[in-house]
């Protein structure tokens, strides 16, 4: 459907891509300038988040107008940047990490969508929706140190389309909870910081085949809970298993110490390691995949995590868990606690980091958290 010229606005925040907003306004066309206002330090930090993207390495903005590259460059296909930057020694490190873990370090590759023009998606998912509608209300404990927890109190969850339908009853953490979690991710956090980076990335690659099998329920429980279609709801889903499959094999990448230098007599290592424990706080309006996203990214690094999913989707939010559990995560390295953030937000503050919501993009071409950096010589 073609959108009438009246109806068509281009938004660019003041300030930035003067020669991109110059070219609109020459073709005549409605162009809207915009600026943050309110508190100073969120302003800040929305301006801040806005040129990071518009100077990261890999945008295209930067490329124009910064390093002047061609249409060509700027339209060349991103795997041929892998190919070209990956030297001998560094292909077959690669392919030694593959060895050891079953062959699961080939290139990313993003999740095709469902094509509903095939009966075969469209019954799938008709049949998912039947399934997990029969299933409704579903109840949810707090997981904490592997341990299923009833609270008297719960967050009840309803279908925003629907409001007289309940999809699930979500048990509700107190700070005393929040505290207990922190404790047992600590307590994990030994273990699993020394869980080494192959297992680590083997752990991700299961989950990510256990959300594959779960695909067309999870799309369904996002259509009641989250108020999504069934196209909105299949991309977060399919997002959620883009982050586990990429995390797995940045980690096979960037796990090995690497040689700096090479003085005689001297071997300096330069390599990555763990936080502690994080927290990691979702948003409502991507359930899966950003929840998937931060804790697969605080996990594979060797932190331990305590979860509080949205309290607008906390059913949803509860499949993180049980596809990490299913995956073979031991016990107390991943605690899910929902729960009002008033209540259990100050007590998650102490834990030591806390990953947010917007992930960085690497010179890889995807989004990607690294620990800290360490050298040891």
């Known amino acids: 459907m073609r959108v009438p010229e009246d109806r068509l606005e281009f938004q660019i925040l003041y300030g930035m891509s003067e020669p991109i907003r110059n070219a609109?306004?020459?073709?005549?066309?409605?162009?809207r300038l915009y600026s943050p206002i309110g508190e100073l330090v969120p302003g800040m930090a929305y301006l801040v988040r806005r040129l990071l993207e518009n100077t990261s390495n890999e945008s295209f903005l930067r490329k124009s107008f910064s390093e002047?590259?061609?249409?060509?460059?700027?339209?060349?296909?991103?795997?041929?940047?892998?190919?070209?930057?990956?030297?001998t020694s560094e292909s077959s490190e690669e392919e030694e990490a593959a060895e050891d873990n079953k062959g699961q370090a080939e290139h990313f590759k993003n999740v095709p969508p469902l094509d509903w023009t095939l009966a075969e998606h469209r019954d799938g998912m008709a049949a998912a929706i039947k399934k997990v509608r029969g299933d409704l209300p579903i109840q949810v404990p707090l997981h904490i140190a592997g341990n299923p927890?009833?609270?008297?109190?719960?967050?009840?969850?309803?279908?925003?389309?629907?409001?007289?339908?309940?999809?699930?009853?979500?048990?509700?953490?107190?700070?005393?909870?929040?505290?207990?979690?922190?404790?047992?991710?600590?307590h994990a956090f030994v273990s699993w910081r020394d869980t080494t980076p192959v297992d680590r990335a083997a752990c991700l690659f299961r989950a990510a085949e256990i959300t594959r099998k779960l695909r067309y329920e999870l799309c369904a429980l996002e259509i009641f809970e989250a108020g999504k279609t069934w196209?909105?709801?299949?991309?977060?889903?399919?997002?959620?298993?883009?982050?586990?499959?990429?995390?797995?094999?940045?980690i096979l990448r960037l796990g090995r110490p690497q040689q700096m230098g090479d003085v005689p007599g001297e071997e300096s290592l330069l390599f990555y390691e763990p936080h502690g424990v994080v927290s990691v706080i979702a948003p409502w309006n991507l359930p899966l995949a950003i929840s998937m996203g931060m804790t697969a990214a605080a996990?594979?690094?060797?932190?331990?995590?305590?979860?509080?999913?949205a309290s607008d989707?906390?059913?949803?939010?509860?499949?993180?868990?049980?596809?990490?559990?299913?995956?073979?995560?031991?016990a107390g390295v991943l605690n899910y606690l929902p729960g009002p953030s008033g209540e259990i937000g100050e007590p998650a503050r102490h834990a030591p980091r806390r990953v947010d919501d917007r992930l960085h993009r690497q010179q890889t071409g995807g989004p990607a958290h690294h620990p800290p950096l360490r050298r040891s010589s």
Not at 68 to 87: K, M, Q
Not at 159 to 181: L, R, W
Not at 300 to 308: D, I, L, S
Not at 320 to 325: D, T
């Open 24 to 31: 609109l306004l020459k073709e005549g066309l409605r162009l």
């Open 68 to 87: 002047h590259a061609s249409r060509d460059e700027l339209l060349r296909s991103p795997g041929s940047f892998l190919t070209s930057s990956r030297d």
């Open 149 to 186: 927890i009833e609270t008297p109190r719960t967050i009840q969850s309803i279908n925003p389309n629907q409001p007289d339908e309940i999809v699930g009853h979500a048990a509700s953490a107190t700070a005393n909870h929040a505290e207990q979690a922190i404790a047992a991710a600590k």
């Open 231 to 250: 196209s909105e709801a299949d991309g977060d889903v399919c997002e959620a298993i883009d982050f586990l499959e990429y995390y797995g094999r940045e």
């Open 299 to 309: 996990l594979v690094t060797g932190n331990t995590v305590v979860y509080k999913p």
């Open 313 to 330: 989707t906390p059913i949803t939010g509860s499949i993180v868990y049980r596809v990490f559990s299913e995956a073979g995560l031991p």
